[in-house]
C-alpha cells in the first residue's frame, strides 16, 4: 500500500514539475539562463547566496523592471521607446522639486509630487505615440528625438542641479521592508509587473496589444482603431517612466537631470531577453521580469566575483548574446517536452 | 565694438561642479560687461571630447579672441586648441591640464591654471586616514577610468591610504553616477563586513554611498569622503554622514581663466602650472 | 441597350452605387460605375484581374474613399470612413487578401471585433465555445485554440468566413472566398449562402470560377477596366458569353486545354519522401513533357510535399531525381540550380516583393543574366522584363511599378514571370490560378502546355478540380498526406479523385 | 525666331527643375529641412554662412556621415547596429596603438594601422552580422552585446588611456585641404558614400539588400542565400566603423577608449532623417548625407547662435522630430508633382 501511495505521489511530483517547466519554458524560457547564473555566482562569488543579497538586488532591479514592463507593451506592439531613460530623468527632477516645495506639508508634498511625476510621464508618453501615429512614423525617430527634448527639459526644470532633501516620510518608505523580506521598491515593481501581466494576459485591451503586434491591418479591418490602443501603449510606457522616477526617488532620494542616462537600453535589453520580439506580437511582461533579473545578477555577481572594470561590459555583452541564443532553442526544448 | 570676445568650454553643465563655474563665470562676464563679450558652452555628455573639439572650432570661426577652456581629455584636446592657438586665439587651460608632452608634440606653450586634483584628493584622504587611524579599512569608488582628474583622484586616495598606513579593501569604478554608485556600494558591503571608510571621486557618487549606507543603518559609522563640495552634500556632512569633501571654487576658476586671458591679450605671458586654491570642507 | 435595369429600383433596391469614380496613381480603378443591388438577391461581380472590383468592395468596406460619384445604401446616403463605420452599417466583408492574427488563436482571430467580455476580462469560455460552433458551420476542423499561424491558406481562408458569420449582417460580400478551397468547403459555404439568402441577407459575391457563380447568383454585374459594362439576371446566360461580355473579346479554348505533347524520360522523380519523420513515404515522377497535377482536400499536405520537394522546408527523408540525375536538395538555392523551380501558394508573403517594382520582381530568380561583373544592367533588365509582361500579358502602366499596387491576378503572373526568367527544368505550380480571371487563366494554361511541349516537367497543385482534369496528363491524389491513388487522363472522373481524396478520413472515422 | 527659341529654354528650364525636384525629392525629401536650415542659420546666426564654417561642418559631419553609410545598409536588410560607436572606440584604439609603435617607420605603420582598425571593424561586424543568422536572433540585441564587448575592449586594449603622438604625415593628412575647398577628411567621407550609393544603385548585391528587406522569404524562395548577403552587410558597417575610427584619429590625432559613445543613436538618426525605412526594403545612401549634414547644421548653428545649452538637445529633439514629420509628405508632394 505505502510503497504504491508513494509512487503515485511521485508521479504526482513528476507532473508538477513538469507543469511548472513548461510554463516557464512557455512564459520565460530565458529563467533557465537566470538559474544558470544563480548556481555559478553562488558556486563562485562569496556572499552571492545570501538572503540579504538577493534583496538587494530585488530593490537594484527595481527601476529596470519598471521601465521595461511598460516598454514590453511598446515593443509587443512592434515599437520601441527610447525616451523612458531621459523622461524618468525629467520625471525625477519634476517629483523632487515639488516635494521639496515648503509651501506643501510633507504629505501634500508627496501625493502631489507622485501625481506630477506620473502625470508627466504619461503625457510625454502618450504625446510620443500620438506624433507616432499622426503621421505614422517609426516610434524610433520619434522616442529619438523626445530622449533630447525631455533630457533638456530635465535640465531646465532642474537648473542643472541635484535635487535633495526629500521628506522625511517619503524616505522612511523607501527604507521600508515589509515582513523583513519584501523591500517596499521591490513592491512597487512587483505591483507593476503583476499588474502589466495581468492586463496583457486577461483584459481585452492586452489581445489588443498582441493583435497589433501580429497584424495592425487585419485590426483596422476588424471594425477597430489600431491608433487609440498605440498611443494607450506609450502613455503606459510614459507612465512606467512616471513610477520608475518614483522608484528613483524612493531610493536614492535625490532628483537629479542626469538619471537615466542609457537605462532605454537596459530596459529594451531586459524585455528581449526576457524572450519579446522586437516585431511584436509575441512575449511575455514574466520574462521581462526574468530578463530584468539576468542583468542585475550579472553585474551584481561579477563585482561580487571581483572581476576587473575593464572586463566587465565584455562579460555582460557576452552574457546578453549567450541568454538569447540559449532563449532561441527554447521552442526546440519546448517541442520535445510536449512530444513526451 | 572691439571688445574682446571670450568663451568658455566646459564639461558637461549637469556636473554641478560646472553648474557652479558657470554661474561664477557669468556673474563676472556680468560685472565686466563693458570689458568684454562673454559666452559659455558645455556638453551632452563630458566623455564625448569630439564634441569639445567642434565648441573649439566653432569659437575659431566667430573670431573669439579668448577661449577659456577646461578640457574633456588632457591629450586629445591639444591639437584643436594648438590651431586656435596658430589662429591667434588666446586659449585659457583651466580645471584639468593639458597633458605636457602632446602639448610639447603640438608646438604650444599653455600655462594650466587649475587645482591639484591629486593634492585635494590627498586631502580627503588623509582626513579620512585621520578619523580611522591606521589599518582602517577602506573601500574607493572612482570616476570614469579615462578621465584625468578620475586618475588624479585615485593617485590622490593612494598617497593618502599609504601615507595613512590604511588598507585599500577594494577600487571600483561607478562612473560619477549616484545610482551607480549606490549599487556598487551595496555590493560593497555585501562582500566586505568590515568596511570603516569610504573615498569616492565626487560627490554625485557620494550622495548614492550614503543611501546604501542609510539603507544598511550605517551611515556615520561608516566615513565618507567625496570631492567638489556639491550643495547637496553639504547637509550631509553637518549630519555628520559624511566626514569631508573638498572644494576648489570653481566659480572663481572661471573668473580667474577668464581675467588671465584679458592679461595675456595686454601682453603678459604665463607658464607652467598656476595653482588654484583647493580646501578641505568639514563639519 | 445592355443595361436591363433591375425593375425593383427604389424600395427593393438595398445598395446604389451612383456614378462611382477612383484613382490611383497611374491608374484609373474605377470610372463612373452605377450599380442597383436588389433586397435580398444573390449578385455576383465580375471581372478580369485589375477591373476594379476589389477596389468597389474597399469602397464599401470604409477602407478607401471613392474620388467621384456617391453611395446609397438602405436608403441613406453612405460614406464609411473606418471598416467600423461599414460594420455598423451593416455590410460585412470577406476580403480577397487574407489577414490573419497569426500570433494569436483561431478563437481570437474569430470574434476579434467583438471579444465576448465579462467584467472587462477576455471571457474564453464563451469564446472558445462559440468559436467550435462557427469553426463547424463552416466545416473547418481545427480547435479553436489552435494559433491562427500553424493553419494553411485553405484554412486561414475558412476562417475568414467563419468570421463573416459570426454577426447578423443585412449585407455580406464574399471577394473571391474559393479561390483555394477544394470542392467539399467550397460545398459548405454555398449551402450557408443558401441559408442566409433564405433569411433575407444580400450577398455580392466575387469569383473567377465562373461555373460556381450560378449556385450562388441571381445577378450580375461585370465590370471591365474599371467600367461598368452591364447589370442582369443570371437566368439564361451563359459561360461564354459571360466571358466575352468580360474580356471583351471571344476566348477560344475556354475549358478544352487537353492538348498532346509527347511524353519522354523523367523529368523530375522523387522516392521514399517523408515530410516529417513519422508522415508516409512518397514516390511519384513526372516526366519530360508532362504535366501532373497533384489533388486533395483542403490540409491534405499538397502544399507541404511540394515545399518538401523544393527544399523551402526540410524534409526527413527521400531522395530527388532532376533530369535522371540524383540531386542534393537541403535548401531553395540547391533545388533552383537542379533545375526545379516553386511558385509559392501565397505570392504575398513568400513570391513577391512588393513594395519592389514589377522589373525587378521578375528578374530576382537569376541575376547573372542582367548583371555583369557584378554590376546590373538596367537596360537588360528592362527589356527582359517588358517582354515577360507582354508574355503574360501582365496589366501595368509601367515595369516600375511597385507590384504592391498590382490586382491579385496581375502579381500571379509575375510570380509565373520571375520563373519563367530563370527557365527551370521542371516547374511547381502551387494553386497557380488562385485569383486569376479567365482569361489569364486560359493564357496561363496556353503557357504552361507550351512550357510541357517545349519538355519541361510540369507539377500543379490545384484545389480547382476542373482545371486539373482540363490541363493534365496524370493526377496524383493525396489523401491525408498519402498517396491515395492516380488517375490518368482516360480515367478521369470528378467522383473517382474525390473518393480517393477523402480515402484516408473515412478510413480514420471508420475504425 | 528669338522671341520661340527663349520660349523653348524656358522650358526647358523648367524641366529641368522640375526634374531636380523630382529626383532630390524622391532621392531626399528631407533636403528640403536642410535647406530651409541653411536658410535660417544663415540669417539668424552671426558667422554661419562663411566658406570657413561650412568646411568646418563637412569636417565634423564626416565621422557621421561614414558610420550613417554603413548603417544604411543594415537598415535597409531590416536590421540595426548598436555597436558602431564601440566599434569606433576599438578601432581608434587599435589603430592608434599601431601606429605609435616605435618599431614601424611612419608609412609602415600608417599603412599597417589602417588595415587594422578596418579589419577589427569588418570581422567584429561580420561576427555580429554571423550571430544574428546563425540562430535567427535580432540584430539589436546581438549588437547591444557587441556594444558592450567592443566598448570593453577597447578599454582593455588601451588601458583606458587616450593614446596620442600619431605620426606626423598621418597627422598632416588630417590637415590636408584639397584645392582650398575640400578638407581630407570630407573627402573620405563623400568617397565612402559615393561607394555605397554605387553599390546600392548598381550592384546585384546591392538589388539583394533592398530586395532582403522587403521580402526574405520571397528571396529565399528565389533561390538564394539571404544570410550570406545580411553577414555581408554587417561586415560593411563594422567595416564603415573602421574608416570612421580612422577619420576620427585624422581629424583629431587620438585614440580613444571612449571616442564614439552615443554615435550610433546618431548615425540611425542621420539614416532614418535621410527618409530610409526602419523596416528595410526603402531608402537610399544619399538621404542619409542630407540626414547627416542636417543633425551637424543643427548643432553647429544652434551654437553659433548662441542657444543656451539646456535648451540645445530641446531644439535638437523637436527638428528630428519635425524633419521626419516633413518627409511623411513626400509622398504627397511627389504625387502633386507627378500628377501634373
Ligand atoms: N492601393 C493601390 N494603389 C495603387 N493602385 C491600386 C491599389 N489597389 C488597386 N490598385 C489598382 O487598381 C486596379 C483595380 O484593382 P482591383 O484590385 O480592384 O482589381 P480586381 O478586379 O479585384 O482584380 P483581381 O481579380 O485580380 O483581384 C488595378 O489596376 C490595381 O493595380
Ligand atoms: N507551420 C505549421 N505548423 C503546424 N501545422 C501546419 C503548419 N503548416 C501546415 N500545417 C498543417 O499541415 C497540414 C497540411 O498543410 P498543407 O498546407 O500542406 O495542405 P494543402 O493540402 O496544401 O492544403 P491547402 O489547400 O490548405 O493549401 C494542414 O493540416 C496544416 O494545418
Ligand atoms: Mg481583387
Ligand atoms: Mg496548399
Same mark, same amino acid.
Given at each position: 500500500?505505502?510503497?504504491?501511495?508513494? %509512487?503515485?505521489?511521485?508521479?504526482?511530483?513528476?507532473?508538477?514539475?513538469?507543469?511548472?517547466?513548461?510554463?516557464?519554458?512557455? $512564459?520565460?524560457?530565458?529563467?533557465?539562463?537566470?538559474?544558470?547564473?544563480?548556481?555559478?555566482?553562488?558556486?563562485?562569488?562569496?556572499?552571492?547566496?545570501?538572503?540579504?543579497?538577493?534583496?538587494?538586488?530585488?530593490?537594484?532591479?527595481?527601476?529596470?523592471?519598471?521601465?521595461?514592463?511598460?516598454?514590453?507593451?511598446?515593443?509587443?506592439?512592434?515599437?520601441?521607446?527610447?525616451?523612458?531613460?531621459?523622461?524618468?530623468?525629467?520625471?525625477?527632477?519634476?517629483?523632487?522639486?515639488?516635494?521639496?516645495?515648503?509651501?506643501?506639508?510633507?504629505?501634500?508634498?508627496?501625493?502631489?509630487?507622485?501625481?506630477?511625476?506620473?502625470?508627466?510621464?504619461?503625457?510625454?508618453?502618450?504625446?510620443?505615440?500620438?506624433?507616432?501615429?499622426?503621421?505614422?512614423?517609426?516610434?524610433?525617430?520619434?522616442?529619438?528625438?523626445?530622449?533630447?527634448?525631455?533630457?533638456?527639459?530635465?535640465?531646465?526644470?532642474?537648473?542643472?542641479?541635484?535635487? %535633495?532633501?526629500? /521628506? =522625511?516620510?517619503?524616505?522612511?518608505?523607501?527604507?521600508?521592508?515589509?515582513?523583513?523580506?519584501?523591500?517596499?521598491?521591490?513592491?512597487?515593481?512587483?505591483?507593476?509587473?503583476?499588474?502589466?501581466?495581468?492586463?496583457?494576459?486577461?483584459?481585452?485591451?492586452?489581445?489588443?496589444?498582441?493583435?497589433?503586434?501580429?497584424?495592425?491591418?487585419?485590426?483596422?479591418?476588424?471594425?477597430?482603431?489600431?491608433?487609440?490602443?498605440?498611443?494607450?501603449?506609450?502613455?503606459?510606457?510614459?507612465?512606467?517612466?512616471?513610477?520608475?522616477?518614483?522608484?528613483?526617488?524612493?531610493?536614492?532620494?535625490?532628483?537629479?537631470?542626469?538619471?537615466?542616462?542609457?537605462?532605454?537600453?537596459?530596459?529594451?535589453? !531586459?524585455?528581449?531577453?526576457?524572450?519579446?520580439?522586437?516585431?511584436?506580437?509575441?512575449?511575455?511582461?514574466?520574462?521581462?521580469?526574468?530578463?530584468?533579473?539576468?542583468?542585475?545578477?550579472?553585474?551584481?555577481?561579477?563585482?561580487?566575483? *571581483?572581476?576587473?572594470?575593464?572586463?566587465?561590459?565584455?562579460?555582460?555583452? !557576452?552574457?546578453?548574446?549567450?541568454?538569447?541564443?540559449?532563449?532561441?532553442?527554447?521552442?526546440?526544448?519546448?517541442?520535445?517536452?510536449?512530444?513526451? | 565694438?572691439?571688445?574682446?570676445?571670450?568663451?568658455?568650454?566646459?564639461? #558637461?553643465?549637469?556636473?554641478?561642479?560646472?553648474?557652479?563655474?558657470?554661474?561664477?563665470?557669468?556673474?563676472?562676464?556680468?560685472?565686466?560687461?563693458?570689458?568684454?563679450?562673454?559666452?559659455?558652452?558645455?556638453?551632452?555628455?563630458?566623455?564625448?571630447?569630439?564634441?569639445?573639439?567642434?565648441?573649439?572650432? @566653432?569659437?575659431?570661426?566667430?573670431?573669439?579672441?579668448?577661449?577659456?577652456?577646461?578640457?574633456?581629455?588632457?591629450?586629445?584636446?591639444?591639437?584643436?586648441? +594648438?590651431?586656435?592657438?596658430?589662429?591667434?586665439?588666446?586659449?585659457?587651460?583651466?580645471?584639468?591640464?593639458?597633458?605636457?608632452?602632446?602639448?610639447?608634440?603640438?608646438?604650444?606653450?599653455?600655462?594650466?591654471?587649475?587645482?591639484?586634483?591629486? $593634492?585635494?584628493?590627498?586631502?580627503? *584622504?588623509?582626513?579620512?586616514?585621520?578619523?580611522?587611524?591606521?589599518?582602517?579599512?577602506?573601500?574607493?569608488?572612482?570616476?570614469?577610468?579615462?578621465?584625468?582628474?578620475?586618475?588624479?583622484?585615485?593617485?590622490?586616495?593612494?598617497? #593618502?591610504?599609504?601615507?595613512?598606513?590604511?588598507?585599500?579593501?577594494?577600487?571600483?569604478?561607478?562612473?560619477?553616477?549616484?545610482?551607480?554608485?549606490?549599487?556598487?556600494?551595496? @555590493?560593497?558591503?555585501?562582500?566586505?563586513?568590515?568596511?570603516?571608510?569610504?573615498?569616492?571621486?565626487?560627490?554625485?557618487?557620494?550622495?548614492?554611498?550614503?543611501?546604501?549606507?542609510?539603507? !544598511?543603518?550605517?551611515?556615520?559609522?561608516?566615513?565618507?569622503?567625496?570631492?567638489?563640495?556639491?550643495?547637496?552634500?553639504?547637509?550631509?556632512?553637518?549630519?555628520?554622514?559624511?566626514?569631508?569633501?573638498?572644494?576648489?571654487?570653481?566659480?572663481?576658476?572661471?573668473?580667474? *581663466?577668464?581675467?588671465?586671458?584679458?592679461?595675456?591679450?595686454?601682453?603678459?605671458?604665463?607658464?607652467?602650472?598656476?595653482?588654484?586654491?583647493?580646501?578641505?570642507?568639514?563639519? | 441597350?445592355?443595361?436591363?435595369?433591375?425593375?425593383?429600383?427604389?424600395?427593393?433596391?438595398?445598395?446604389?452605387?451612383?456614378?462611382?469614380?477612383?484613382?490611383? /496613381?497611374?491608374?484609373? !480603378?474605377?470610372?463612373?460605375?452605377?450599380?442597383?443591388?436588389?433586397?435580398?438577391?444573390?449578385?455576383?461581380?465580375?471581372?478580369?484581374?485589375?477591373?476594379?472590383? #476589389?477596389?468597389?468592395?474597399?469602397?464599401?468596406?470604409?477602407?478607401?474613399?471613392?474620388?467621384?460619384?456617391?453611395?446609397?445604401?438602405?436608403?441613406?446616403?453612405?460614406?464609411?470612413?473606418?471598416?467600423? $463605420?461599414?460594420?455598423?452599417?451593416?455590410?460585412?466583408?470577406?476580403?480577397?487578401?487574407?489577414?490573419?492574427?497569426?500570433?494569436?488563436?483561431?478563437?481570437? @482571430?474569430?470574434?476579434? $471585433?467583438?471579444?465576448?467580455?465579462?467584467?472587462?476580462?477576455?471571457?474564453?469560455?464563451?469564446?472558445?465555445?462559440?468559436?467550435?460552433?462557427?469553426?463547424?458551420?463552416?466545416?473547418?476542423?481545427?480547435?479553436?485554440?489552435?494559433?491562427?499561424?500553424?493553419? #494553411?491558406?485553405?484554412?486561414?481562408?475558412?476562417?475568414?468566413?467563419?468570421?463573416?458569420?459570426?454577426?447578423?449582417?443585412?449585407?455580406?460580400?464574399?471577394?473571391?472566398?474559393?479561390?483555394?478551397?477544394?470542392?467539399?468547403?467550397?460545398?459548405?459555404?454555398?449551402?450557408?449562402?443558401?441559408?442566409?439568402?433564405?433569411?433575407?441577407?444580400?450577398?455580392?459575391?466575387?469569383?473567377?470560377?465562373?461555373?460556381?457563380?450560378?449556385?450562388?447568383?441571381?445577378?450580375?454585374?461585370?465590370?471591365?477596366?474599371?467600367?461598368?459594362? %452591364?447589370?442582369?439576371?443570371?437566368?439564361?446566360?451563359?459561360?461564354?458569353?459571360?466571358?466575352?461580355?468580360?474580356?471583351?473579346?471571344?476566348?477560344?479554348?475556354?475549358?478544352?486545354?487537353?492538348?498532346?505533347?509527347?511524353?519522354?524520360?523523367?523529368?523530375?522523380?522523387?522516392?521514399?519522401?517523408?515530410?516529417?519523420?513519422?508522415?508516409?513515404?512518397?514516390?511519384?515522377?513526372?516526366?519530360?513533357?508532362?504535366?501532373? *497535377?497533384?489533388?486533395?482536400?483542403?490540409?491534405?499536405?499538397?502544399?507541404?510535399?511540394?515545399?518538401?520537394?523544393?527544399?523551402?522546408?526540410?524534409?526527413?527523408?527521400?531522395?530527388?531525381?532532376?533530369?535522371?540525375?540524383?540531386?542534393?536538395?537541403?535548401?531553395?538555392?540547391? +533545388?533552383?540550380?537542379?533545375?526545379?523551380?516553386?511558385?509559392?501558394?501565397?505570392?504575398?508573403?513568400?513570391?513577391?516583393?512588393?513594395?519592389? %517594382?514589377?522589373? =525587378?520582381?521578375?528578374?530576382?530568380?537569376?541575376?547573372?543574366?542582367?548583371?555583369?561583373?557584378?554590376?546590373?544592367?538596367?537596360?537588360?533588365?528592362?527589356?527582359?522584363?517588358?517582354?515577360?509582361?507582354?508574355?503574360?500579358?501582365?496589366?501595368?502602366?509601367?515595369?516600375?511599378?511597385?507590384?504592391?499596387?498590382?490586382?491579385?491576378?496581375?502579381?500571379?503572373?509575375?510570380?509565373?514571370?520571375?520563373?519563367?526568367?530563370?527557365?527551370?527544368?521542371?516547374?511547381?505550380?502551387?494553386?497557380?490560378?488562385?485569383?486569376?480571371?479567365?482569361?489569364?487563366?486560359?493564357?496561363?494554361?496556353?503557357?504552361?502546355?507550351?512550357?510541357?511541349?517545349?519538355?519541361?516537367?510540369?507539377?500543379?497543385?490545384?484545389?480547382?478540380?476542373?482545371?486539373?482534369?482540363?490541363?493534365?496528363?496524370?493526377?496524383?491524389?493525396?489523401?491525408?498526406?498519402?498517396?491515395?491513388?492516380?488517375?490518368?487522363?482516360?480515367?478521369?472522373?470528378?467522383?473517382?479523385?474525390?473518393?480517393?481524396?477523402?480515402?484516408?478520413?473515412?478510413?480514420?472515422?471508420?475504425?
Amino acid at each position: 500500500m505505502s510503497e504504491k501511495a508513494e %509512487t503515485k505521489s511521485d508521479v504526482n511530483r513528476v507532473r508538477l514539475v513538469d507543469t511548472i517547466l513548461r510554463i516557464s519554458m512557455r $512564459e520565460a524560457g530565458v529563467a533557465i539562463a537566470l538559474v544558470l547564473l544563480l548556481i555559478f555566482f553562488s558556486a563562485a562569488a562569496p556572499y552571492f547566496a545570501t538572503p540579504e543579497n538577493f534583496l538587494k538586488i530585488f530593490v537594484q532591479t527595481a527601476i529596470n523592471t519598471v521601465l521595461a514592463s511598460g516598454m514590453t507593451f511598446v515593443i509587443l506592439v512592434g515599437g520601441i521607446d527610447l525616451s523612458v531613460g531621459s523622461l524618468l530623468a525629467l520625471c525625477t527632477v519634476v517629483g523632487a522639486t515639488i516635494m521639496i516645495d515648503p509651501r506643501l506639508s510633507p504629505w501634500q508634498a508627496i501625493v502631489l509630487a507622485s501625481f506630477a511625476s506620473m502625470g508627466v510621464g504619461l503625457v510625454l508618453g502618450a504625446l510620443n505615440g500620438w506624433i507616432c501615429e499622426r503621421w505614422k512614423l517609426p516610434s524610433f525617430i520619434v522616442t529619438l528625438g523626445m530622449l533630447n527634448v525631455a533630457s533638456g527639459l530635465a535640465r531646465v526644470v532642474s537648473d542643472n542641479s541635484t535635487i %535633495t532633501g526629500l /521628506p =522625511q516620510p517619503f524616505v522612511d518608505f523607501g527604507n521600508l521592508i515589509f515582513w523583513g523580506v519584501l523591500p517596499s521598491i521591490f513592491l512597487i515593481a512587483i505591483v507593476v509587473v503583476l499588474i502589466g501581466w495581468f492586463i496583457l494576459k486577461y483584459t481585452v485591451f492586452g489581445r489588443f496589444v498582441f493583435a497589433i503586434g501580429t497584424n495592425e491591418e487585419a485590426v483596422r479591418l476588424s471594425g477597430h482603431t489600431p491608433r487609440r490602443y498605440k498611443i494607450a501603449v506609450f502613455a503606459i510606457s510614459g507612465l512606467t517612466a512616471g513610477i520608475a522616477a518614483m522608484v528613483y526617488l524612493l531610493r536614492l532620494n535625490v532628483g537629479s537631470p542626469v538619471a537615466g542616462i542609457g537605462y532605454e537600453l537596459n530596459a529594451i535589453a !531586459a524585455v528581449i531577453i526576457g524572450g519579446t520580439s522586437l516585431s511584436g506580437g509575441k512575449g511575455s511582461i514574466i520574462g521581462t521580469l526574468v530578463g530584468a533579473c539576468i542583468l542585475q545578477v550579472l553585474s551584481t555577481g561579477l563585482q561580487l566575483l *571581483g572581476a576587473d572594470d575593464n572586463v566587465k561590459p565584455i562579460v555582460i555583452g !557576452a552574457v546578453i548574446v549567450l541568454a538569447v541564443i540559449g532563449d532561441s532553442y527554447r521552442g526546440k526544448w519546448l517541442h520535445i517536452l510536449e512530444m513526451r | 565694438a572691439d571688445k574682446p570676445k571670450v568663451g568658455l568650454i566646459m564639461k #558637461s553643465l549637469s556636473n554641478e561642479f560646472f553648474k557652479q563655474m558657470k554661474a561664477g563665470a557669468d556673474d563676472y562676464a556680468a560685472k565686466n560687461a563693458d570689458k568684454f563679450d562673454f559666452k559659455a558652452v558645455g556638453m551632452k555628455d563630458e566623455r564625448d571630447f569630439a564634441s569639445q573639439v567642434d565648441a573649439v572650432e @566653432n569659437f575659431v570661426t566667430q573670431k573669439y579672441d579668448i577661449i577659456v577652456v577646461a578640457p574633456a581629455d588632457s591629450k586629445a584636446m591639444v591639437t584643436p586648441l +594648438a590651431k586656435a592657438v596658430k589662429a591667434g586665439v588666446k586659449v585659457i587651460n583651466i580645471d584639468v591640464a593639458l597633458d605636457e608632452d602632446a602639448k610639447k608634440a603640438a608646438g604650444v606653450d599653455l600655462a594650466f591654471f587649475g587645482p591639484d586634483n591629486r $593634492e585635494g584628493a590627498k586631502l580627503a *584622504g588623509d582626513a579620512l586616514a585621520k578619523d580611522l587611524g591606521k589599518g582602517g579599512k577602506v573601500v574607493v569608488l572612482e570616476g570614469n577610468p579615462e578621465a584625468d582628474n578620475a586618475k588624479e583622484r585615485a593617485k590622490g586616495f593612494a598617497d #593618502s591610504i599609504k601615507a595613512g598606513g590604511l588598507q585599500l579593501l577594494d577600487s571600483k569604478t561607478a562612473h560619477w553616477e549616484t545610482e551607480e554608485a549606490n549599487t556598487v556600494m551595496t @555590493n560593497f558591503l555585501t562582500k566586505y563586513h568590515d568596511i570603516q571608510g569610504v573615498m569616492a571621486a565626487n560627490d554625485s557618487m557620494v550622495l548614492g554611498v550614503v543611501k546604501a549606507l542609510d539603507a !544598511a543603518g550605517l551611515s556615520g559609522k561608516i566615513k565618507v569622503v567625496g570631492f567638489d563640495n556639491i550643495p547637496a552634500v553639504q547637509p550631509l556632512i553637518k549630519d555628520g554622514k559624511v566626514l569631508a569633501t573638498v572644494e576648489q571654487y570653481g566659480a572663481q576658476m572661471a573668473a580667474m *581663466g577668464i581675467d588671465y586671458g584679458l592679461r595675456e591679450m595686454k601682453g603678459e605671458k604665463f607658464t607652467g602650472w598656476v595653482k588654484t586654491d583647493i580646501k578641505l570642507v568639514t563639519k | 441597350m445592355h443595361e436591363v435595369d433591375l425593375a425593383h429600383e427604389t424600395e427593393n433596391t438595398i445598395l446604389r452605387l451612383d456614378k462611382i469614380g477612383k484613382r490611383f /496613381p497611374g491608374v484609373v !480603378a474605377l470610372k463612373d460605375v452605377s450599380i442597383n443591388i436588389g433586397r435580398g438577391r444573390g449578385h455576383v461581380l465580375l471581372g478580369e484581374n485589375g477591373a476594379g472590383k #476589389s477596389t468597389l468592395i474597399n469602397l464599401l468596406g470604409g477602407v478607401f474613399k471613392p474620388d467621384d460619384g456617391q453611395i446609397w445604401f438602405d436608403g441613406k446616403r453612405y460614406e464609411p470612413r473606418s471598416p467600423f $463605420e461599414a460594420f455598423s452599417a451593416g455590410i460585412r466583408i470577406v476580403h480577397q487578401e487574407l489577414h490573419p492574427l497569426s500570433n494569436l488563436t483561431v478563437a481570437e @482571430n474569430l470574434l476579434f $471585433e467583438s471579444l465576448p467580455r465579462r467584467h472587462g476580462l477576455v471571457d474564453y469560455k464563451q469564446m472558445n465555445r462559440r468559436a467550435a460552433e462557427l469553426l463547424a458551420e463552416v466545416g473547418l476542423d481545427v480547435a479553436p485554440t489552435t494559433q491562427a499561424g500553424r493553419l #494553411s491558406v485553405a484554412q486561414l481562408q475558412l476562417l475568414e468566413i467563419a468570421k463573416a458569420l459570426c454577426y447578423e449582417s443585412e449585407f455580406l460580400v464574399l471577394d473571391e472566398p474559393t479561390a483555394t478551397l477544394t470542392s467539399k468547403e467550397v460545398d459548405r459555404l454555398f449551402e450557408i449562402l443558401r441559408r442566409l439568402r433564405n433569411r433575407g441577407v444580400t450577398t455580392l459575391y466575387i469569383s473567377h470560377r465562373l461555373e460556381e457563380i450560378f449556385e450562388v447568383g441571381d445577378d450580375v454585374t461585370i465590370l471591365r477596366d474599371g467600367q461598368h459594362v %452591364t447589370t442582369r439576371p443570371l437566368a439564361g446566360l451563359k459561360i461564354p458569353e459571360i466571358v466575352e461580355l468580360m474580356v471583351g473579346r471571344t476566348i477560344a479554348n475556354l475549358n478544352v486545354f487537353r492538348k498532346d505533347s509527347p511524353v519522354y524520360g523523367e523529368a523530375l522523380g522523387v522516392s521514399g519522401l517523408k515530410v516529417t519523420r513519422s508522415s508516409p513515404e512518397l514516390s511519384f515522377s513526372v516526366g519530360k513533357g508532362e504535366i501532373v *497535377g497533384i489533388a486533395g482536400l483542403v490540409g491534405s499536405g499538397r502544399t507541404e510535399v511540394v515545399r518538401a520537394v523544393f527544399g523551402a522546408d526540410l524534409r526527413a527523408a527521400g531522395e530527388i531525381r532532376v533530369d535522371g540525375k540524383m540531386v542534393e536538395i537541403k535548401s531553395p538555392k540547391d +533545388a533552383v540550380n537542379a533545375g526545379l523551380c516553386l511558385a509559392t501558394e501565397d505570392r504575398k508573403t513568400q513570391g513577391l516583393m512588393l513594395d519592389m %517594382t514589377c522589373a =525587378q520582381n521578375s528578374t530576382i530568380t537569376d541575376l547573372r543574366k542582367i548583371s555583369r561583373n557584378g554590376l546590373i544592367l538596367k537596360k537588360v533588365e528592362d527589356s527582359n522584363s517588358r517582354r515577360l509582361v507582354q508574355e503574360l500579358r501582365i496589366k501595368t502602366p509601367s515595369i516600375h511599378q511597385a507590384v504592391r499596387t498590382f490586382s491579385g491576378g496581375n502579381q500571379q503572373k509575375v510570380v509565373i514571370a520571375k520563373w519563367l526568367f530563370r527557365g527551370p527544368k521542371v516547374l511547381i505550380f502551387d494553386e497557380p490560378t488562385r485569383g486569376i480571371d479567365v482569361g489569364a487563366k486560359a493564357e496561363i494554361y496556353e503557357l504552361v502546355w507550351k512550357l510541357a511541349a517545349a519538355g519541361k516537367g510540369i507539377l500543379v497543385v490545384s484545389s480547382d478540380l476542373p482545371e486539373l482534369m482540363g490541363i493534365c496528363h496524370r493526377i496524383i491524389v493525396l489523401s491525408a498526406g498519402k498517396i491515395a491513388g492516380e488517375v490518368t487522363r482516360e480515367e478521369f472522373e470528378e467522383s473517382k479523385i474525390l473518393s480517393l481524396a477523402y480515402k484516408e478520413y473515412s478510413r480514420v472515422r471508420e475504425s
